[in-house]
């Protein structure tokens, strides 16, 4: 008689584990190759996981194998081979190597990566610099906390200990009759002769065990919960400042630069931190504060004024975010290119107002593909900025002008630093 | 319990009634007809994704964690996403009772296909095989597994990961030479196994003293009491069983490591009668069902249609592409066996002259099934094809025999072919090529000097001056010297002892206890 069981509702991801293993062990091959991967494809697609390559060498499981020598095959379909013919090696003629699968052909191991490892995988080592000041919120972060005992409450939270200890200390108080009492009357009861002893030692036990009902072994005046409060956890919260230039001189090719940097940005805050608020500023000639749709896909056009964008930042920061409580950083892209009035006013609000209150100000420069106008003469706004790095101001610097670059620039801005230093250079 | 027209089913749609159906149907031909004896049977309808998971833990319900198996299922899954792979239809394993794995999208005549051919054909071959019986306890197979895999994550939880991770693969790197060849005193019982593992522990933690530690011990005795002649006696050498021999004189290992190392070696032998028999494993399941199928059809007890389904997904399956097609990847076990038992039932019921001559044994001997079961009793691959490969099969599937000699400048000889002269070699080299004991390197422990630098010495005894390759086998070696921790070579000799190559490989630094 066959048993015959249906496996197909038994829970799967039965290999999960040996999967993560393995990713585990895979760790540095993997990474690599993610960032190469997503380096050839849009944002929105690296959010969607997909297929890696990583070398089979560092994963490689390794046999005794034997090779070459001389080898003697028994094959099938002969059609006109006789004994003691020659067949020349380079041709055709079953010369051809058997054991397929084996050594050599197996260099490159290809996989799927679900969207979640791959992310995670994708911003491993990011960080927000300098996530210094945390403060209580009143928002959802909030933990127990145990706070003593209370008469009410759920009965998964009884204490036993805490109610067995007051019913002891009422039993006591009260003097109800022990067990042991009560046995030793009744075995007295049961030796004894004497008529009225007996009458006298069993209404003596009648007594005792009226006592006994009346105080009862556990009351429900000894029963305690444990009490749980909930407190704030304190939480660092960050506003990232995404501050855009789409005036006139920012070519497709930059904007699309930028916005790529922004989406990648976008992405990893979003998804690494709960706490952060993310205010997208773009700027002509006037700065707006637009939402995130406009942002990314918005048309604009117009002249540049830097010093505008600065100023919008400035004014929400003090109606917004105050910055005693909040970590504050900012992310510009911008071709570097400003009206020659402006530089003053920019580099003024940024020492005066905005670098003192930031834990982390990124700029981006993007420039057209190809990129050989950079090496002709820093822009403006690169001079401008340099000169206030050089001062020591909390800066990073940027050039991008390849799509390809954007991955590793944007790794290398928030790459997670060992001992804090606020900007590298 | 069928309907009144008789037929198991109609159509491609099948449920668990019909699985108990078809099941009874195949077990009444197969022990009346076939003659069968077969563990009880256990089938389990699986989904793709479950049949992906039991790919990567090599077949097997349940395994310990390591993640080369993460790696092969990561691997199996992209290629079956992107169509490059398709899964096979069902797994069987090798225990009782007898767990046949069916794919839940087989069609109702796939599942009666494969029922024939795993839970009869395979079964029968595993209860009654030498090989099996020999090597193998399929009452045990299941809590051994489940023992092994409590063992190792206890022993990742005492002594962490990243030590019981380098173990094994340590230990699996070697699981091709963690083999005993020739049986020994007694058969195989894992269950006894797996209860004195957990009695040696208690006991080593009962008598546990760290005292005797300190205890001075008495001046060693004079290295040269010990001959050599004695010496490789005490410790069992030659031996070739390497995991073996490390699990008893590794010097340095812990026991959890000893028992590791045994328990990849449990396992490795466990799949070693299945290396042997692939043709004829694949051979009897794939004639059963053949068998057993053709049957029902006769009986009216599946359509026409069905039946040309079944005689679709049949020749697929027994397809032996010739050696100058770009298909062609050596010879099909399936097809192979299958086209050797057709073979032998013509000669027992229909031989010619030529086959009384070459097997007079079985040549109209009349009982085609008589003959055939003990055939699956008593052969592995080897022998079988060595012994039962007809003129006549060899002519029709054209086989002919090349010698490819690198010192050959004339190119590659073709050594013998399907006629008269040629047949008794033709026959002798193939069953040579299904000869484990050709195809896996032999190597074996030769001496160890325990009382000097504790060096172990390996021999590769080269054949046909086929050496091993070298950055696969300076790797293993490698793993090998970290469990031995004393430096380790290997030299590899020819016929006449003279030495080809000579590796040798210093342990690694043991990385400080985590």
Not at chain 1, 146 to 152: D, E, K, P, Q
Not at chain 2, 303 to 326: A, I, R
Not at chain 2, 327 to 342: D, E, I, V
Not at chain 2, 427 to 453: K, P, S, T
Request: with cysteine; aromatic share 10%; net charge negative.
């Amino acid at each position: 008689m066959a048993h015959i069981i249906d496996r197909r509702l038994n829970p799967g991801g039965k290999s999960l584990e040996n999967r993560q293993r393995f990713l585990r062990r895979a760790k540095s091959l993997v990474q690599g190759a993610v960032k190469k991967t997503s380096q050839e494809r849009d944002i929105k697609d690296v959010l969607e996981g997909g297929e890696v390559t990583i070398p089979l060498d560092g994963m490689h499981e390794p046999r005794f194998r034997r090779e070459g020598g001389t080898r003697d095959m028994v094959l099938p379909g002969n059609k006109k081979f006789i004994e003691g013919d020659y067949l020349q090696r380079s041709g055709q003629g079953g010369a051809k190597d058997s054991g397929p699968g084996e050594g050599d052909s197996e260099d490159a191991f290809r996989f799927v990566l679900s969207r979640d490892e791959f992310v995670d995988l994708f911003l491993d080592d990011l960080e927000l610099p300098d996530l210094a000041k945390r403060k209580i919120t009143q928002t959802e972060s909030e933990g127990l906390q145990r706070a003593g005992y209370t008469t009410s409450g759920s009965p998964a939270n009884i204490s036993v200990n805490r109610t067995v200890q007051l019913a002891l200390a009422r039993r006591i108080a009260l003097r109800r009759p022990r067990k042991s009492e009560m046995d030793e009357l009744e075995a007295r009861i049961a030796e004894c002769t004497d008529e009225d002893e007996r009458a006298a030692l069993v209404a003596e036990l009648e007594r005792l065990k009226a006592k006994s009902k009346r105080i009862p072994f556990i009351d429900p005046l000894d029963i305690r919960y444990r009490r749980f409060e909930t407190v704030p956890k304190p939480v660092a919260q960050a506003v990232m400042f995404c501050l855009m230039d789409v005036s006139g001189s920012m070519s497709e090719h930059m904007k699309d630069l930028a916005k790529r940097f922004y989406m990648l940005l976008y992405v990893f805050l979003k998804r690494r931190y709960k706490h952060v608020e993310i205010v997208f500023i773009r700027h002509t000639d006037r700065a707006e504060e637009v939402d995130e749709q406009t942002f990314f896909y918005g048309p604009a056009s117009g002249g540049t004024l830097v010093s505008s964008a600065l100023q919008a930042m400035h004014e929400i920061v003090r109606e917004r975010f105050n910055p005693s409580d909040w970590n504050i950083y900012a992310a510009q892209a911008s071709d570097g290119d400003n009206s020659y009035s402006d530089g003053e006013l920019a580099g003024m609000l940024l020492t005066e107002k905005i670098l003192p209150v930031c834990q982390f100000f990124a700029y981006l420069e993007v420039g057209e593909s190809g990129g050989s106008a950079f090496d002709l003469s820093d822009s403006s706004l690169w001079t401008l900025y340099e000169r206030l790095r050089n001062s020591g101001a909390p800066l990073s610097m940027r050039k991008v002008s390849e799509r390809s670059e954007i991955f590793p620039v944007f790794h290398d801005l928030f790459q997670r630093r060992e001992n804090q230093e606020k900007a590298a250079p | 319990m069928t309907d009144k027209t008789g037929r198991l089913f109609e159509g491609a749609d099948w449920d668990f009634l019909t699985l108990q159906r078809i099941h009874d149907a195949c077990e009444d031909v197969a022990k009346k007809e076939l003659g069968l004896d077969v563990y009880p049977n256990q089938i389990e309808v699986i989904t793709a994704e479950q049949m992906l998971d039991a790919y990567s833990s090599v077949g097997m319900p349940l395994f310990y964690k390591h993640w080369s198996f993460g790696k092969h299922f990561a691997f199996h899954e992209a290629s079956y996403r992107k169509g490059l792979m398709g899964l096979a239809y069902e797994i069987v394993i090798n225990s009782s009772p007898c767990i046949s794995y069916l794919m839940e999208e087989n069609t109702a005549t796939m599942q009666t296909l494969v029922i024939a051919h795993a839970a009869f054909g395979h079964n029968h071959f595993f209860k009654n095989n030498y090989l099996f019986k020999q090597w193998t306890d399929a009452d045990g197979i299941l809590d051994y597994l489940d023992f092994a895999k409590n063992y190792v994550s206890q022993c990742e939880a005492r002594y962490g990961r990243v030590e019981v991770e380098r173990t094994l693969d340590a230990a699996h790197a070697l699981m091709s030479h963690g083999i005993d060849r020739y049986p020994g005193k007694k058969n195989i019982d894992l269950r006894a196994e797996e209860k004195r593992a957990g009695r040696r522990r208690q006991h080593e933690e009962e008598v546990f003293n760290d005292l005797w530690r300190t205890v001075p011990t008495g001046p060693s005795k004079s290295r040269s009491v010990l001959s050599i002649e004695r010496r490789r006696k005490l410790l069992g050498l030659p031996q070739e069983n390497l995991l073996y021999f490390l699990e008893k004189s590794a010097p340095r290992l812990a026991p959890w490591q000893r028992e590791l190392l045994r328990i990849v070696r449990h396992i490795a032998q466990y799949f070693y009668p299945q290396s042997q028999t692939k043709v004829m494993n694949e051979g009897t399941a794939t004639y059963v069902h053949y068998r057993i199928m053709s049957t029902l059809h006769k009986q009216g007890r599946i359509t026409d249609g069905n039946f040309l389904e079944f005689l679709q997904s049949h020749t697929n399956v027994v397809f032996q592409p010739e050696f100058d097609d770009p298909r062609f990847s050596g010879f099909n076990p399936y097809a192979l066996g299958f086209a050797m038992m057709q073979d032998i039932e013509r000669i027992a019921t229909n031989p010619e002259a030529e086959d009384r001559e070459w097997f007079p044994d079985i040549a109209g001997k009349g009982d085609a099934t008589g003959v055939l079961r003990d055939v699956w009793a008593n052969y592995r691959d080897e022998s079988f094809i060595g012994q039962f490969l007809s003129p006549r099969l060899m002519r029709h599937l054209r086989m002919f025999h090349l010698h490819d000699d690198p010192e050959e400048r004339a190119g590659i000889r073709v050594d013998a072919i399907h006629d008269e002269r040629g047949f008794r070699r033709v026959r002798r080299e193939l069953a040579r090529q299904h000869d484990v004991g050709f195809i896996d390197a032999n190597i074996e422990v030769v001496d160890v000097d325990l009382a000097g630098d504790r060096r172990l010495i390996l021999h590769h005894h080269v054949i046909k001056g086929s050496q091993l390759n070298e950055t696969d086998a300076k790797r293993v070696l490698q793993h090998l010297a970290d469990l031995w921790t004393y430096d380790v070579s290997l030299i590899e000799v020819d016929a006449n002892d003279k030495v080809l190559r000579e590796y040798v490989v210093s342990p690694r630094p043991i990385p400080a206890a985590a």
